[in-house]
Structures are given as C-alpha cells and as structure tokens.
C-alpha cells in the first residue's frame, strides 16, 4: 500500500438509506465480476459512504455472496467522524472504515463506487477527480460514478476506467414507480446533468426514451417490465447502441457507449 495522502474533497451532506445503492451494486455484480475475479486482490472502495455505513455493509454482503467471497470492501469518508461512526459496523478483512477522499488513502483497488458524491460539486471538478480516482487504482481498474434520489428508484451511473474517461452510461429506473423516462433527467451524473438541452446525445437518448414509453404504452397490460422491454427495443431499433442484453432490460436497465452522450 502507498503511504497515504492528505485527504482530497470535501464533506458532502452524507444523505444515505437502506437499499438505496440496490440497483448499481446489482448491476456491479454482474457487469463487473470479472475484473473482480481476476483480481489478486479483490479490493473495493465505497466512497463518500455517507453519514451511516449502511450501504458499504450492504454492497460487501452483495458483492460476496455473487462474485467471491474474499471480497475485501474498504468504505472511505473524509469525515472523521462518519469513520469513526462506522466502526460499529466494520468486519475485518472483509469490510473496513478509513478516512480518505478522491486520492483513495493510499489504496489501489479494482473498483471504486462512488455514489452521490460529485453531483455536489461543480462539474468543472468532476474530469479531475476522475483522473485523481483513476490514478490510484490498480491495472485494470474501474470507477463507477453516479447519483440515485433517496430512495434509489432514480438511478444512472457512468463506468470509468483506468485512463479516467468514461466507457459507458447507464440508466435504471424502478420501473413499477416509473411514470416516464424523463423523470431520470433529474438524476442524471454531474458530468451530464446539465448538458440535457436540446442537441445533445443524452438529450436526444432521454427523449428516445420517452417516444419509446409513450409508444409502448399498449404493453402495460402486461406488466411495466413489458413496456420497458419494448421502449428499449425501440430505442435500439433507432440506431442506438444499446450495449446491454434483455436479461439487463428485464431489471430496468439500458447501458449506450458513453461517445454517444459525451457533452461537446
């Protein structure tokens, strides 16, 4: 391990729930195994975990049980007190409290979560922090960035790799409380929330979307899954490069190369 640096960030407001991290730490399970498999050691940072622990205990339980259970969650907050708060919860070697920030204390993980942290920073600092992320982590590594609302049933995430760019955004909304698409713009990742204006790629992906919904309205007979499976059909249908399968649609999900979306 690497001797540790000064912590880089600042306090955010912590806002965390149980269950609110549900649907990306799913999706990091299944999306994300291998680097994870193949790592000499599984190491994963949760960082900003908030004001209780609570979702670095959950996504240490979620990443055991489904990819390997040598899993070592390392959960980082540049609050002391939130660090020491969380002892409580710790269970070495398997999950662990730290004080750290975007320089990762040191570490060198596989993976980084980092779940509304950047969304309250200005977005010209969100390009930096990736890079500093990116620099810590170990070959391989990734970096999955993104915001949810407080219950988790608004979800988008950004993977990032080790070269501090992104590959890919994903989209997940809950879909049995899902009453448009459009509702994700809110939601979206710091990088791009602000960029969701007419002649942009995620503007134009967000209204694809809705036209698809709206168009598959007549599914929701069937269930707001068959609605959803039809609007991504549609989606991808238009020409865009769904990079995801329809196992990942079934559970509200759509995944496009992030080229298609990238401001500027």
């Not at 708060?85 to 990762?104: K, M, N, S, V």
Request: aromatic fraction near 6%; glycine fraction near 10%.
């Amino acid at each position: 391990m690497r001797p540790p640096r000064r912590p880089m960030g600042v306090v955010t407001r912590g806002t965390t729930n149980p269950n609110r991290l549900r649907r990306v730490d799913n999706w990091i399970a299944a999306s994300c195994a291998g680097v994870l498999r193949d790592a000499v050691d599984p190491l994963v940072v949760d960082l900003g975990y908030g004001a209780t622990p609570v979702t670095a205990v959950e996504l240490r339980a979620r990443l055991a049980t489904a990819v390997r259970p040598d899993v070592r969650v390392v959960g980082l907050e540049i609050d002391p007190v939130r660090v020491a708060a969380a002892g409580y919860a710790a269970d070495p070697p398997g999950l662990t409290f730290a004080r750290g920030g975007f320089e990762l204390a040191g570490l060198r993980p596989v993976l980084v979560r980092v779940f509304n942290v950047l969304r309250q920073y200005d977005e010209a600092q969100v390009a930096d922090a990736w890079r500093t992320m990116a620099d810590a982590l170990a070959p391989d590594g990734l970096i999955v960035e993104g915001t949810c609302d407080e219950l988790g049933r608004l979800a988008t995430w950004l993977l990032v790799d080790r070269t501090g760019r992104p590959r890919s955004l994903t989209l997940a909304p809950r879909l049995g409380t899902l009453e448009s698409p459009a509702a994700l713009a809110e939601r979206l990742p710091k990088a791009l929330i602000h960029h969701n204006v007419p002649g942009t790629g995620v503007h134009a992906l967000l209204r694809a979307l809705e036209d698809g919904w709206r168009d598959a309205a007549p599914y929701a007979t069937f269930g707001p899954r068959q609605r959803w499976l039809r609007t991504v059909e549609a989606v991808r249908a238009g020409g865009w490069p769904v990079l995801d399968r329809p196992a990942r649609w079934r559970l509200g999900e759509i995944t496009v190369p992030w080229p298609t979306v990238a401001p500027g």
